[in-house]
């Protein structure tokens, strides 16, 4: 019962159980978190988007990254804007940081503002993979890159192993190939995968 409360608010938190599930996430993604964050070498004066941000650990990570540069994070669950708003709070009020409601179907930004546009544990909850990945390119600066982070990799050894958190949630888990052919499809080049011995993290990164 209480597995079931707390996961099915992984895609979209909200309420008693929500608030449990960011407090989770930002503690249960540290790790593959700043293992993919490792993949890009930020300069200090990058503009960045985070999708999906959740309770915004992957944004104030990303402020430590970047001298004068901004971070964005962006997600759908009111629940997440308010606990990464609070997450946030010293680097949104000295203007490095800021946390908005919306939706990676369709980003309130202008073309080419983006330097890099990070995805962390959220790809598998889009609507329209390819369509959103093209959204995420159109808000990409030229060269801009895309690093979408995953930690439920399904692999040969242990292919049933997420089997009951995508039925809970109804989502699939992802292969190394079909994140290289949806990066591809919607565009990228120089499309990369990393993965983590011993565990099940994939990173995927490319640029626009
Ligand atoms: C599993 S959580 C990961 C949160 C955070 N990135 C982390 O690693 O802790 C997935 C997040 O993606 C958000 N999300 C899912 N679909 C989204 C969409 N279409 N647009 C914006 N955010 C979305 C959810 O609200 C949730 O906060």
Known sequence: MKYHKL?????????FWGKLMINSMNKG?????QWGLEHIDFQLNYNVLDVGCG????????????????????DYSEL?????KKLNKNNILCGKAAIMLASVSDLPFSDNSFDVVTAIETYYFWPDKIKNLKEIYR?????????????MLKTDDDPMKWNK???TLS???????EIKKALADAGYSDVKTYTKKGTTWLCAAAQK
């Not at 993604?29 to 978190?33: A, I, P």
């Not at 997440?80 to 990464?84: A, E, F, G």
């Not at 808000?139 to 930690?151: A, M, P």
């Not at 989502?171 to 190939?177: F, L, M, N, P």
Request: aromatic share 4%; with cysteine; net charge positive.
């Open 171 to 177: 989502i699939k888990s992802v292969t190394e190939d």
């Open 139 to 151: 808000v990409l600066k030229k060269d801009g890159k895309i690093l979408l982070v995953f930690e």
């Open 165 to 167: 958190v995508e039925k």
């Open 29 to 33: 993604h540290v790790g593959v978190t």
């Open 80 to 84: 997440c804007v308010k606990k990464s």
């Open 55 to 74: 309770g915004g650990k992957a944004v104030a990570e990303i402020c430590e990254k970047i001298g004068n540069g901004k971070v964005y994070g962006v």
């Open 7 to 15: 996961v099915e608010n992984a895609g979209r938190p909200k309420g």
